[in-house]
């Protein structure tokens, strides 16, 4: 079978399967078994796969098309450019969370502490701490999570990309992983949002894929903004930010946490679907 059809026909299988974007899905498996960009499958279409390479694109289209998302069968997948390693222990970076991460690092490089500090609340794969601390060199970054399988996968992400000297990684509950005496520039995190009903209704790839710790924010989806909103502020230095992202159609909800625990709510950005995604807020005090 030649590439051309494989493509085809793959796309034809996983579309009926109700994956999105099928053709697209296909060439991205390809091209990570053929070891090509993926433009290169197009000036291959005529090439005919070995044996062997056919069977191992069958079993991942199998995989793909059972919903496992691609980001686990490739075992990566880029965040603000970076590569970053992703397993069934963290969630898969977003491209709605590089919003966060680019005003995370603008504001550390703008910030005149020396060095400029800041926390990850709830790191999972590591990709909020890994960019601000490529992307702000002078920065050092504290990195929570409560499960310790995430921060094996973050540890190993700081690693690849030669931040780990400058991040230290916490196991726990939220601030009571943290030394007491930490204090931040910025507080920045992407908590579980998802209201707990609601997780049943998501497609497979996240319902059955993604840790459901990285997902429940409780009964309204809340339960970790009314916990930031309370504990943050005594980690803040002043003038420091926290920035937060959240979900769909909680924008107002979270403004009233925040203005009801002495934050004063400075900006609520949209993403790049033009959403409202990240909460900008400073102590009031
Ligand atoms: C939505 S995921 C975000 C992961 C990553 N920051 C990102 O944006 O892709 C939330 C993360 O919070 C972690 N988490 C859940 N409860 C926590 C808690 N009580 N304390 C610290 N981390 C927690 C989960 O394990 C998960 O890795």
Redesign the pocket.
């Known amino acids: 079978m030649t590439v051309l059809e494989v493509i085809q026909k793959s796309s034809e299988f996983l579309g009926k399967k109700g994956v999105d974007s099928p053709r697209l899905q296909v060439e991205l498996l390809l091209a990570h078994v053929l070891q090509l960009p993926r433009m290169g499958l197009y000036l291959n279409f005529a090439r005919e796969l070995t044996p062997a390479e056919l069977d191992q694109v069958r079993e991942l289209i199998k995989r793909r098309g059972q919903r496992e998302p691609l980001q686990h069968i490739v075992g990566s997948t880029s965040?603000v450019g970076l590569e970053m390693k992703v397993n069934a222990h963290?969630?898969?970076?977003?491209p709605e969370?590089e919003e966060?991460a680019e005003l995370g690092w603008n504001f550390l490089n703008a910030a005149t502490s020396t060095p400029p500090t800041a926390m990850?609340?709830?790191?999972?794969?590591?990709?909020?701490?890994i960019s601000l601390a490529v992307k702000s060199p002078a920065a050092q970054i504290q990195a929570?999570?409560?499960?310790p399988e995430?921060l094996a996968v973050a540890r190993d992400n700081a690693t690849r990309h030669e931040v780990q000297n400058r991040i230290q990684f916490h196991l726990?509950?939220?601030f009571a992983?943290l030394p007491p005496e930490a204090r931040f520039d910025l507080i920045a995190?992407?908590?579980?949002?998802i209201p707990s009903a609601e997780i049943e209704t998501l497609d497979p790839e996240v319902r059955d894929h993604d840790?459901r710790?990285?997902?429940n924010g409780g009964a309204d989806g809340l339960d970790?903004y009314h916990?930031l909103a309370q504990e943050a502020g005594a980690f803040l230095r002043p003038g420091g930010r926290i920035m937060l992202?959240f979900g769909e159609g909680q924008a107002e909800a979270i403004r009233g946490i925040f203005e009801s625990q002495k934050w004063i709510v400075e900006q609520i950005k949209p993403d790049y679907s033009g959403r409202l995604r990240v909460l900008i807020a400073r102590r009031a005090d």
């Open positions: 965040f963290v969630l898969v970076p977003r969370t966060l990850d609340f709830g790191t999972g794969s590591g990709c909020l701490a929570v999570d409560i499960s995430a726990g509950d939220g992983a995190g992407n908590p579980p949002y840790p710790l990285a997902l970790f916990r992202e």
